[in-house]
């Protein structure tokens, strides 16, 4: 069964960088997928923020592109999120999925890890 | 950045009653590859979203068949054909025909 869990800070001071990981496990043959990180606000709704292949080729939303970076490591079998010059805004439950590349969607989801900026 | 709109944004149900929400895109879905890269998505209360359908019409793994989905070109449909308590939470559509994706701002279904 596949699984996906985050882990990293709950707490970035503004300013600095949210960094997080996701492990996956339960999976084989990477390359029918993209490895995804979503978020969402407190009480609001979702927001995509970017996605890697298996080659290493990332895709990020415009408005987050400046900021964001993310990075794969098929040996650990984990991708990573790094956002950086954090505000208050960026306060959110972050979520990482696999998005299964021949159907499109998010197939699986970890919990998801709730990051707060502090001032 | 295609814009999603979801109507209704809540939908008070009757348990054993029918569900629709209604999913409309700023622009047409139908990637190059002819594919069109629509799915819904259910999170329950302090749950991870999980996927329901995708592209369109099919049902994910272990999705009880009262969920269909419909539509084409910008429109598109959800349907419960009878609701349980277990339906309850929010409801988002999402389009990953064109980057950035997006969602729908995501509609609340509850029970009267």
């Known amino acids: 069964q596949v699984q996906l869990q985050e882990s990293g800070p709950g707490l970035v001071k503004a300013s600095e960088t949210l960094s997080l990981t996701c492990a996956v496990s339960?999976?084989?043959?990477?390359?029918?997928?993209?490895w995804g990180w979503i978020r969402q606000p407190p009480g609001k709704g979702l927001q995509w923020i970017g996605n890697?292949?298996?080659?290493?080729?990332?895709y990020y939303h415009t408005s987050l592109k400046s900021r964001v970076t993310i990075s794969l490591d098929t040996s650990k079998n984990q991708f990573s999120l790094k956002l950086s010059s954090v505000t208050a805004a960026d306060t959110a439950v972050y979520y990482c999925?696999?998005?299964?590349?021949?159907?499109?969607?998010?197939?699986?989801w970890g919990q998801g890890t709730l990051v707060t900026v502090s001032s | 950045e295609i814009v999603m709109t979801q109507t209704p944004l809540s939908s008070p149900v009757t348990l054993g009653q029918p569900a629709s929400i209604s999913c409309r895109s700023s622009?047409?879905?139908?990637?190059?590859?002819?594919?069109?890269?629509l799915s819904w998505l259910q999170q329950r209360p302090g749950q991870p979203p999980r996927l329901l359908i995708y592209?369109?019409?099919y049902r994910f793994s272990g999705v009880p068949d009262r969920f269909t989905g419909s539509g084409a070109g910008t429109d598109f449909t959800l349907k419960i054909s009878r609701v349980e308590a277990e339906d309850v939470g929010v409801y988002y559509c999402?389009?990953?025909?064109?980057?950035?994706?997006?969602f729908g701002q995501g509609t609340k279904l509850e029970i009267k």
């Open positions: 999925a696999r998005q299964d590349r021949n159907w499109g969607a998010l197939d699986y």
């Open positions: 339960g999976y084989s043959n990477s390359s029918g997928y993209y």
């Open positions: 890697i292949n298996h080659s290493g080729t990332t």
């Open positions: 622009q047409g879905l139908v990637h190059s590859d002819r594919n069109t890269y």
């Open positions: 592209k369109i019409s």
């Open positions: 999402m389009q990953a025909t064109q980057f950035p994706y997006t």
